[in-house]
C-alpha cells in the first residue's frame, strides 16, 4: 500500500506542480550560476547507491559535504529560501516515482558519512526506502547527529504505519521541522 500511494502522490505532485517546479528552475537558474539542479550520490534501501535530485541552494563550486559540514555563505539567498520553505526537495518526487525513495522514511544519506551509515547499520535502517521526510526531520535532527538520528529513524522503522506517514506529509508542508541547516547556522 505503501508503494502504491508513493506512485500515485509522486505522479500527481509531479503533475499538479509542474509550474511552480519550472519556476523554481528558473529563479535557481537565473539567480546563481550553475544549473538548477543539484544531483549527488546517496544511499538507499540496502545500502544501494542512487542519483537524488534537489533544486540547487548552494553556489556553484560548494563543497560535497552534509549540509551541517558546510558553511553558511555557500546557501545562495534564493537558496535560503527554499531550504526553509522545503521546497529544494520537491524534485525528489522523480526519486520516489523511481522507486529509490519514499514520501516519507529515514533521509539518505551520503555514502561518505560513516558514522550515520553505521549507526544506522546496527538499528536495520537500511531495510527501508529513504524518505523525502520523516521523523527526524520533523523533530530537526539532522546527520551532525548520527545515533540521535538512527535512533529517531529505529523509531520510524517500527512504529511506520500509513496514517502515521499521512501526518508526517502535513506536518512537513504545514511547516514542521527545521529544514537542513550548514555548519554556523
Known amino acids: 500500500m505503501k508503494r502504491a500511494f508513493d506512485l500515485l502522490a509522486s505522479v500527481v505532485g509531479l503533475i499538479l506542480l509542474a509550474p511552480v517546479l519550472l519556476a523554481i528552475a528558473w529563479l535557481v537558474s537565473r539567480t546563481s550560476a550553475g544549473g538548477p539542479l543539484f544531483v549527488?550520490?546517496?544511499?538507499?534501501?540496502?545500502?544501494?547507491?542512487?542519483?537524488?535530485?534537489?533544486?540547487?541552494?548552494?553556489?556553484?563550486?560548494?563543497?560535497?559535504?552534509?549540509?551541517?559540514?558546510?558553511?553558511?555563505?555557500?546557501?545562495?539567498?534564493?537558496?535560503?529560501?527554499?531550504?526553509?520553505?522545503?521546497?529544494?526537495?520537491?524534485?525528489?518526487?522523480?526519486?520516489?516515482?523511481?522507486?529509490?525513495?519514499?514520501?516519507?522514511?529515514?533521509?539518505?544519506?551520503?555514502p561518505s558519512q560513516v558514522d550515520v551509515i553505521e549507526a544506522r547499520r546496527v538499528r536495520n535502517i537500511f531495510s527501508i526506502r529513504p524518505g523525502i521526510t520523516g521523523i527526524a526531520q520533523l523533530s530537526s535532527i539532522d546527520m551532525s547527529t548520527p545515533d540521535r538520528l538512527a535512533e529517531a529513524d529505529h523509531y520510524y522503522l517500527k512504529n511506520r504505519s500509513f496514517v502515521g506517514d499521512i501526518q508526517i506529509i502535513f506536518k512537513t508542508v504545514f511547516g514542521g521541522g527545521a529544514g537542513d541547516r550548514t555548519n554556523n547556522s
Request: charged share 25%; glycine share 8%.
Open 40 to 110: 549527488q550520490t546517496r544511499l538507499g534501501r540496502s545500502e544501494k547507491p542512487f542519483l537524488c535530485y534537489k533544486f540547487r541552494t548552494m553556489a556553484e563550486g560548494a563543497p560535497v559535504a552534509g549540509s551541517h559540514e558546510v558553511e553558511s555563505y555557500w546557501v545562495t539567498p534564493i537558496g535560503r529560501r527554499l531550504r526553509k520553505l522545503k521546497l529544494d526537495e520537491l524534485p525528489q518526487l522523480v526519486n520516489v516515482l523511481r522507486g529509490d525513495m519514499s514520501l516519507v522514511g529515514p533521509r539518505p544519506c551520503l
